[in-house]
């Protein structure tokens, strides 16, 4: 059995299978009744979605780490407050291949985890009451307690009173056909801007019983965006009987045996392919330093070479230096400083770009030719990004 709480200036529960099963007041009042119904089970706090922005981000990496570091500035625009006080929740990709994003303050959120915390809630999820409306292929509308939740096909959404329901349905760019989803009551109030709507767009009409949170929460999946992230971020305990955790067991047994045989049949590979470069690179070692003899570490000659002094560390940073630079020329980005740490076989460039995408994208390339490229610290200029980039070669300490 799930227990439903919105927060707000008027706050709601509902509780499914219950007696009562819904209500509405201070959140004193429904503390009090919420104890005398004997719930078990999750717990989804919901948050008013005209106090949330729902939009979408693309972020061209797909390590988690870097997606989050990158997403503040890529939404950064969009923003009405400053970026240090907000609160950035990641979803899943839409159907465009961009992240859905759920962006509130942070002094907001302390505020819900704070209410909760006092009447003994502690929820398993927090999300959106937009969220929790129907969608679709097209544009869907719930309407409930005099507002409009519209779910656009991007799978966002924006929470607006229900007098510029069709103000806000003509901003979207492409809202295909339009279901709206509300009571009789409700239905007869917005005949005008469902007409309105009609004018550019094929619009269904449904009627539904509740005008309430009970509406929402009829639609809930268990998969929406989950705003307990970062600081708010909960572990959920997952119960179970013994046949579960059988199956745990036996899946996790057979997932190490395959990741044992892949690794093994990975570690053959790769030793035949070293091998058969390491007889390579001694061939075209000798052929253009005929004069060399008894030579056993190969790249510690080659780079010896190359330096021009025998120095190992020079060859090494100048092989390290060559196969970044290589990548330079078209990535956008402006180098301010470069530093090499010799102890530590680190080549750290200073950066300057436009957008920090092209701090991430220039990483991803860097990993994907071998080497291991970490993003440092990112900070946003007036009409710039400045960021840091420390790169090592394949295997280096």
Not at 68 to 89: G, N, R
Request: net charge negative; aromatic share 6%; with cysteine.
């Amino acid at each position: 059995m799930t227990l439903f709480i919105r927060l707000g200036e008027v706050c709601e529960w509902y509780c499914p299978n219950s007696e009562p099963s819904y209500g509405s007041g201070s959140v004193d009042a429904i503390a009090g009744v919420i104890k005398d119904i004997s719930w078990s089970g999750d717990a989804v706090a919901i948050i008013p979605g005209d106090r949330v922005l729902l939009t979408s981000a693309a972020v061209p990496s797909r390590q988690a780490r870097q997606i989050v570091q990158a997403l503040p500035f890529v939404v950064e625009e969009k923003l009405a407050v400053d970026v240090d006080d907000c609160h950035f929740s990641l979803g899943e990709k839409n159907s465009d291949g961009e992240f859905t994003v759920a962006v509130n303050t942070l002094d907001e959120m302390r505020n819900y985890i704070s209410v909760l915390s006092d009447i003994g809630i502690e929820p398993n999820l927090m999300t959106v009451d937009t969220l929790l409306a129907r969608a679709g292929d097209g544009t869907a509308v719930t309407i409930e307690n005099h507002k409009a939740h519209i779910r656009p096909p991007d799978g966002t959404g924006i929470c607006v009173p229900v007098n510029q329901l069709a103000l806000a349905v003509g901003l979207i760019e492409q809202p295909g056909t339009v279901d709206v989803y509300a009571s009789e009551s409700s239905i007869d109030q917005l005949k005008m801007e469902i007409a309105q709507i009609e004018v550019n767009n094929e619009v269904t009409v449904h009627s539904e019983p509740h005008d309430d949170l009970r509406t929402l929460a009829e639609s809930y999946r268990g998969s929406e965006l989950n705003l307990l992230q970062g600081e708010f971020q909960v572990s959920r305990e997952v119960q179970g009987d013994r046949p579960i955790w059988r199956s745990a067991a036996i899946l996790a047994g057979c997932t190490f045996l395959l990741h044992v045989s892949l690794v093994f049949g990975q570690g053959i590979y790769l030793d035949v392919m070293g091998a058969k470069h390491e007889q390579q690179a001694r061939a075209l070692y000798q052929e253009i330093f005929p004069r060399d003899r008894n030579v056993r570490d190969i790249r510690r000659r080659w780079n010896a070479h190359v330096s021009g002094s025998g120095s190992v560390a020079d060859g090494e940073f100048l092989q390290l230096f060559r196969d970044t630079a290589a990548h330079l020329p078209g990535s956008k980005l402006v180098v301010n400083n470069i530093n090499y740490n010799e102890s530590r076989g680190d080549l750290i460039l200073q950066l300057t770009a436009t957008q920090s995408e092209y701090l991430v994208e220039f990483s991803q390339t860097l990993n994907k030719v071998g080497l291991d490229a970490e993003i440092g610290i990112i900070s946003q200029q007036e009409d710039s990004v400045r960021g840091s980039i420390k790169i090592k070669s394949f295997g280096g300490a």
